[in-house]
């Protein structure tokens, strides 16, 4: 599985949209991009998955460019209750292993 | 989303015991299913991977005489801690797939604290 580099923490204050870049040089023809949200005490929660340019839902944008050797979470308009642990994971989507990095603390502040 | 439900949410549990932990897949049915643990303010460590009516597969130095894992049907799998010690304690989670074209659902996790 490709190995994943994520910011350990981000700040950022309610109302503003929060750009998570992952960045993940060896990433394989196969490969799909896919982001968890993790709260303390809970599993992780499944956010969007993407394999190139641009996927949006209802809750995130998920931005990769052309050589997918990175991607970016991008969240709108964050509240308080987006404060949690965001996981970005790369692998086949047939995941025969799902592999965690340590992921980017995201802390919304009033 | 699929609903993965783990049980308990805690326990706790005397030195030397053994606890079962159960995930069930309440909307679908699991062809595989994992198991992680997390220490406090660590990332998930994956622990064993498990597809039904076949044995688990274990991550290098994860002790399957320890952590047994049973993928019984497709839509149960369990994680028995045997003779647990308080190194043991931890949260443990479990995710489950439909198939290889669908994300992993996860459950809530399962608080254990060896005493």
């Known amino acids: 599985l490709a190995k994943t580099t994520q910011p350990i923490s981000m700040d950022s204050y309610e109302g503003q949209e929060v750009n998570i870049t992952c960045s993940h040089n060896?990433?394989?023809?196969?490969?799909?991009i896919t982001w968890y949200q993790q709260f303390p005490s809970q599993g992780p929660r499944f956010i969007i998955q993407?394999?190139?340019t641009k996927v949006t839902n209802e809750v995130a944008s998920l931005f990769i460019p052309a050589d997918r050797k990175s991607s970016t979470l991008s969240l709108p308009r964050v509240s308080l209750s987006d404060t949690a642990v965001y996981y970005c994971?790369?692998?086949?989507?047939?995941?025969?292993?799902?592999?965690f990095g340590k992921g980017t603390m995201l802390l919304v502040s009033p | 989303g699929a609903v993965v439900s783990q049980h308990p949410s805690w326990v706790i549990c005397k030195s030397g015991t053994s606890v079962k932990i159960e995930c069930r897949s309440l909307?679908?049915?699991?062809?595989?299913m994992f198991w992680y643990r997390q220490f406090p303010k660590k990332s998930l460590m994956l622990m064993a991977t498990?597809?039904?009516?076949?044995?688990?597969?274990?991550e290098q130095g994860v002790e399957k005489d320890k952590f047994l894992i049973n993928h019984a049907s497709l839509t149960l799998s369990t994680l028995t801690v045997t003779s647990a010690h308080p190194e043991d304690s931890s949260f443990y989670i479990c995710?489950?797939?439909?198939?290889?074209?669908?994300?992993?659902?996860f459950g809530q996790g399962t608080r254990l604290t060896v005493v």
């Open positions: 995710s489950a797939k439909l198939d290889r074209n669908t994300e992993a659902f």
């Open positions: 060896n990433i394989a023809t196969n490969d799909y």
């Open positions: 993407g394999y190139k």
């Open positions: 994971l790369v692998g086949d989507k047939g995941y025969s292993t799902l592999t």
């Open positions: 909307d679908f049915q699991a062809t595989t």
């Open positions: 498990s597809n039904e009516g076949s044995k688990a597969t274990y």
